[in-house]
């Protein structure tokens, strides 16, 4: 079967421009590897995709409960997109509860697929339905093709010699297998995946590869279908491409950064859903010379990557808003000290324990704010899984610039979804300047630790440099000399410098882009920050076919802002300004803060993240008000 795949019957082959499919199911059912491998399968035909993936908040909620449903949502397109799509065209559904639960975000007119055999009086309890959608009507608005997926895959694998528990569990590629066929992806891509994955497991691979092509050519053979569907490819700029999933992003961009400044990466974490996945992909390339460390806590974690930046390596931590708030106090300590660590927030919805499957905006203040005293730091935001590689390579770069701990920002929606990513070439990465302090630098021998260059960053002397005796810890520190200080005059001084310093970031990096608005006459700007990138961009251009101009700025540094952002907000000075978060607020009250700009706050805590309609009707309703004035 050739990548151009097309389906061996005579029946009616519909293109479209794009399509939005939902896997869904119990958390057993492999709804997450199913939606990956459709992803892979289309992202190598050469689609573009956006994925989203949708995990139940309990590790083990009961089977059969709407608690327990998981979910994979993608968009494959012939051009380019931004987001995993608004509204579903596809819903694959492996029981009532999967069902149930996504039904609402399926289109009128939509395709829903069932497993039939899914659908038992028992799951209809658990799922709290009282009749069977399959039989009594309820779905006439909907395309349903109702399958027996439990029972062809066991009648595929009858000759492998598993058993009826073991060969059940191969349902989702049988499943996999139909929606293949019905929107003409390649079979051959996840043929591959199936053979390095069980490799060493016969009778699955054997299972699952047969149980895949049963569903292709069920497709094929059956007289459901009437029509199938294709998505041609996508026009993307020439390159080498990969999947990447924000996690990953961030973990290759480390390991870049590492070779780049010629130095190993320490990586000290703790567990933590949704950052987890850093330490998982880091383990997996010592050969770059990365260590990781899991600690027995949040704060050793954050400790011991700051001990690595004292002996000379680029120390990292991550963790979310909970393990955060445990890291406070370190964070305190690397502020003090002025040593260089770069530390990874992927947000998830809260307080305490929260939503930690869920995603949220809501650790802006933390990051900016959240320390005792005055403890300021650098703090940037990836906008997208592929833009994670970027900021990592940018937050390490000012780390050691500028000897601070700089926080990165991600979320959960950015860490687990997926988008192509065009492989940068070597050759194209700056290298990562280091210099260590080898001698003193004071008269008569003397080595003052905190005489500062034009960036105001203090030397990094390695221990057991000889000459270069001096003391680091958390109390107070004796401009240029790095002795204890009590005294309040320095101490004022010693405030004042620290923010200078992350000021001075601000004129290193570069200045803010404004999107969609090349001559200023934009009617409005939309400004945002993080995830919030893909729906932002594209409502702005969904409004622009409606004749609308939508300015767009979005910020990947949070502190310092941008240094022409206030000439930014002096453009727009007559217009309105829209700033969606997934929080109540935060940045829209920075800007306010800092600029005495009138912006427009558009809030969403709902462990979901933005779809482009919200933010489409909102920047409309803006401008209507705004006309309704004049």
Known sequence: MSLEAQPKTPKEVEELPQVTIR?????????????????????????????????PAEIRAPAGTVYGVSGFQLQFSSSAIYTPGDVVDCLVAMNPAALKVNLAELKHGGVIILNEDGFTEQTLKLAGMDR????????????????????STLRACEEVGLTGKEAGRCKNFYALGVVCWLYSRPLEPILDFIEMKFKDREQLREANKRVLRAGYYFGETAELFTRVFRVRKAHLPPGVYREVHGNEALAIGLIAAGQLANKPIFYGSYPITPASDILHELARHKQFGVKTFQAEDEIAAICAALGASYGGALGVTASSGPGIALKAEALGLAVMVELPLVVINVQRGGPSTGLPTKVEQADLFQAVLGRNGECPLPVLAARSPSDCFEVALEATRIAVKFMTPVMVLSDGFIANSAEPWCFPNTGDLDPIEIEHTDEPNGENGRFLSYKRDEWLARPWALPGTPGLTHRIGGL???????????????????????QAKVDKVAEFVAEQEIMNDPDGTAEMLVVGWGSTYGAIRESARRLLRKGVRVAHVHLRHLNPFPRNLGA????????????????????????????????QHLEKVQGRPFTTVEIMDAAEELLAAKGAKK
């Open 23 to 55: 896997f869904a199911g119990d958390s057993g059912d492999g709804m997450q590897l199913t939606g990956t491998q459709f992803t892979n399968a289309s992202a190598i035909f050469g689609n573009d995709v956006s994925t989203m993936a949708d995990f």
């Open 132 to 151: 069977n959608p399959i039989k009594d009507g309820s779905l006439g608005k909907y395309t349903v093709h109702s399958i027996p997926m439990t029972q």
């Open 568 to 599: 930014i907000f002096e453009k727009y000075r007559d217009r309105p300004v829209l700033v969606p978060e997934m929080n109540k607020g935060q940045l829209a009250t920075l800007l306010r803060s800092k600029y005495l700009v009138d912006t």
């Open 476 to 498: 107070e520190k004796q401009d240029v000399t790095g002795n204890v200080s009590y005294d309040p005059e320095n101490h004022q001084r010693m405030v004042n410098l620290r």
